[in-house]
């Protein structure tokens, strides 16, 4: 686990460690800096050297806060110094591969503590309520006080938005100082996200096209569209964000805006306002501009150091493990998410093999001729039903989709009994 | 985007059989999977390849040629015999197993010794990396081989990345595409393309280079990748458009505001992109929707956008409503490529709306532009062959699935129990390699980019297979 602060000191150091590394003078350092690889190309890295192999060099070295392992190859390297009192460098048997997680430092006093929660996928699979509420215990236990809500989702289903809506605003804003981060929110991620009241956009962020419909793209209407716009009219109150923005999202109304002197925004449903957002006959996505400007979204941030000084905490730590591939550290109530949605994509991918393979089963099962045949069969159709019926209780929703329900797994288990009792 | 299989259906193929045979699938040299790296814990009797990208290899060399390693690599109990290139190897570190090969026979030059990064030029100046992404969006152009070039990329730590664009802008029979023709849907390749430079670049290498796009052709899906970056220049007969049939895409499915719904939610990933690189969002809205009217004006060497028609002789036409008759581009317009439905940037187009930095014909023109013509290094990467080599697999892969396709058909499950179960272990043998091709090209596959006409998807194989072993069950000697 490591930390990031965004104090004015550290700001300066990261861009100075930055410049240092593009102009190639000034060493990228670690704290206890012991070790230094002197680069043919007069660039210095400083850290700690954890790994050495025919002439090749792994050394850790901390940049803008984030702890790395930095690679050279022998061709690269000038020279090597080692400070006189490092501990001998392991070796190759014995040191730790250099992309392995790092930990994070504990708590510093007085400092506020962020975790990074991404929310992608299809809201309702993979984008769902229920690992969210069961990361609240992980991020109080990891001491989190501002919970960032990273978006990147195309929407989903209408039916799980109000537990989505209902986590975020009744037990994760009375614990945390709760932010949204958005990278892509469209339809349901965006009705998700809009219970929020602190939006912030990536530079490419988009927000909008909140349009329900079904099949063939046959839009809601009547009754049922009316409830969903009254739905969002109440999560637009939640989120402080003025309800003709979000109408606009949904259906085809115009919406346009009148910057006051005092900076402060009406919104409209026609066109009546100085800027038209949303011409009549259209549906209202925002890019990163359009929310910025009409003072939808609070910023513009593209990583967590940009973000985090938008936030305006003097230093924030970043709660996490630094893991390759990710530009943020992961905390366990992120690595909670990635798994869940790990697990529901398998299910998704695999439940109509292992339910084609059931039916095999079964259908041998059935023919054969001697008990020993069926019952290894029956066998290999128990083993494809114990797996559904697992992916199903992890992931409730999939019975949504299948029509398949707890009765449903029971039947089956009764017709494996008469099988094998045959 | 037409294909033939749905987007994120055969992203996870986990059940054991596919595991086994993702682990069989040759792997080639660059990229082994994370399961293979080690924790550099060398075993007596094993041996260890550490990579130049400070990979670790654990398992035993079965084989080796003056250019490649046969390696048998163990994961758990499944052993995969995988081939590595020498140059991409640092050092290979030998057990104390008897059987261990020797090193290179004598007169054999060992490539190990060539294999420091090669510069050209001034060796203290600015490394300058060169990568040419050619071919098709989203088969030769694909997440795969851009991170392979830029992992080669990483080890030589460029100051710039010059990426340049030059993608295949044809139809499936080899002709030239016009102008007009258009793909808005392949946006999503082009997000997945993004952030390997954008989020995983400075990740990865701890830096970030300066990254210049140089476009020669950006059509379609391609032509989305540029505006993510803020310093484009063009070829003189540079292009960027080809996305210009987003409100046609559902034709007259369902209701209007659905529709108008998708178009937003695509043109907002679009606008998105456009303010990514510091693009005015609405160039990349008169290159997508055809109703869209767009003009500018020259106004102290900067362009105005105007949304609206042009009103004098100093106001430009970019595009006007091609959904109104008296606007509908004429067929000997779109014929020469001067349609005005929507917009195809052009050099002097992108030069005057701000989107070029500049017009270059040559490598040399564009240092020039940059100011790195006096002093830089040209690092000669392994950028080209890394390209080549990608599309050349893929190529080789639809001939390999076709290949074993007929193979398929032609076993027969017939004779003594002995010859009916050598058949089906054979079916079996078969289906799994057309798996291992599928996973392997997975990215290119999910797209309907490979010529895979009535080749079952690999959950459907995993069936198939689970079929035939409850036949080889059910048989009697």
Known sequence: MHRIRTSFVARLAAVALLAGAWLGFGPLQAADAADRVVLKDGRVFEGEIVREAAGAVWIKVTVSGIERTEFFGPADIASVERSPDAPAVASTEAARAPDAPAKSSPRTPGVKRAAVLTLEGMVGTQFSHKPLKEAIPMLEEEGVDVVVFKINSGGGLLYELSFLQDVIHDEYKPKFHVVAWIESAISAAAMTAHVIEEIYFMPQGNYGACTGYSGALVAMKDRGLEEVLYMMEKVSAKGQHHPAIMRSMQIDDPLSCTIKPN???????????????????????????????????????????????????????????????????????????????????????????????????????????????????????????????????????????????????????????????? | MGSAR???????????????????????????????????????????????????????????????????????????????????????????????????????????????????????????????????IGRDISVTPIRNVLEDARQHKPDVLIVVIDNA???????????????????????????????????????????????????????????????????????????????????????????????????????????????????????????????????????????????????????????????????????????????????????????????????????????????????????????ERWGKDITEGDREIRRLMQEFGRIQVQGDYNQRSAARAQQIRTLQRIQQILKRFEEVASLGLMELEGVPSPQEIDVIIEQIRQEQMKDKR
């Open chain 1, 263 to 422: 900076g402060d925004v009406e919104w409209y449903n026609t066109e009546e306002g100085d800027f038209l957002v949303n011409p009549a006959g259209r549906i209202l996505t925002f890019d990163a501009g359009q929310a910025i400007r009409f003072k939808f979204a609070k910023g513009q941030a593209a990583t967590i150091e940009e973000l985090g000084r938008q936030l305006g905490y003097a230093e924030l730590e970043w709660v996490g493990e630094t893991v390759p591939g990710v530009p943020f550290p992961v905390s366990k109530a992120e690595k909670h998410q990635r798994e869940w949605r790990k697990s529901m994509g398998e299910a998704e991918s695999n439940l109509q093999s292992n339910f084609a393979k059931y039916q095999i089963s079964i259908a041998n099962a059935q023919a054969a001729q001697d008990d020993r045949e069926r019952g290894a069969f029956v066998g290999k159709a128990a083993r494809e039903l114990a797996i559904m019926e697992a992916a199903f209780k992890k992931h409730p929703i999939l019975g949504l989709f299948t029509g398949i329900d707890e009765q449903w797994f029971e039947d089956q288990k009764e017709l494996l009994r008469r099988l094998r009792r045959r």
């Open chain 2, 6 to 136: 749905a987007r994120g259906w055969v992203v996870s193929v986990l059940s054991a059989v596919v595991a086994a045979a993702a682990i069989l699938s040759p792997i080639p040299a660059g990229e082994a999977s994370a399961g293979m790296v080690q924790d550099g814990t060398a075993t007596r009797g094993k041996d260890v390849l550490i990579f130049k990208d400070g990979r670790i290899v654990e398992g035993r060399v079965l084989e080796e040629t003056a250019t490649e390693i046969r390696f048998e690599v163990k994961v758990g109990t499944i052993a995969a015999p995988t081939v590595y290139r020498k140059a991409d190897i640092l050092e290979v570190q030998r057990g104390a197993a008897t059987d261990a090969p020797a090193s290179p026979a004598p007169g054999v030059r060992d490539e190990r010794r060539d294999a420091s990064p090669r510069v050209t030029g001034d060796p203290g100046a600015p490394g300058i990396y060169v990568m040419e992404m050619t071919g098709r």
């Open chain 2, 169 to 387: 802008w044809q139809f499936g029979d080899g002709r030239d595409a016009p102008d007009d023709a258009a793909s808005f849907g392949q946006i999503f390749i082009a997000e997945d393309i993004e952030p390997i430079f954008t989020q995983e670049i400075p990740q990865k290498w701890g830096y970030s280079p300066r990254i210049i796009i140089w476009v020669k052709k950006a059509m379609g899906g391609a032509c989305f990748i540029p505006f993510n970056f803020p310093e484009i220049y063009f070829h003189p007969d540079g292009k960027m458009g080809g996305i210009g049939n987003l409100i046609f895409q559902y034709g007259n499915t369902g209701d209007e505001m659905v529709r108008e719904k998708l178009f937003s939610a695509g043109m907002g990933h679009a606008r998105g992109m456009a303010n990514h690189g510091g693009y005015d969002p609405r160039i990349v809205t008169a290159m997508a929707r055809t109703d869209y009217v767009l003009s500018y004006r020259m106004v102290g060497g900067r362009a105005e956008l105007l949304e609206r028609l042009p009103e004098g002789p100093n106001e430009f036409l970019l595009t006007n409503d091609g959904t109104k008759d008296e606007f509908k581009d004429t067929i000997q317009a779109l014929a020469r490529g001067e349609g005005k439905n929507t917009l195809t940037l052009n050099a002097k187009v992108a030069r005057d709306l701000g989107v070029s930095k500049g017009t270059v014909s040559n490598l040399d023109e564009l240092l020039f532009e940059l100011q790195l013509h006096r002093r830089h290094n040209l690092i000669e990467g392994r950028a080209k062959q890394i390209w």
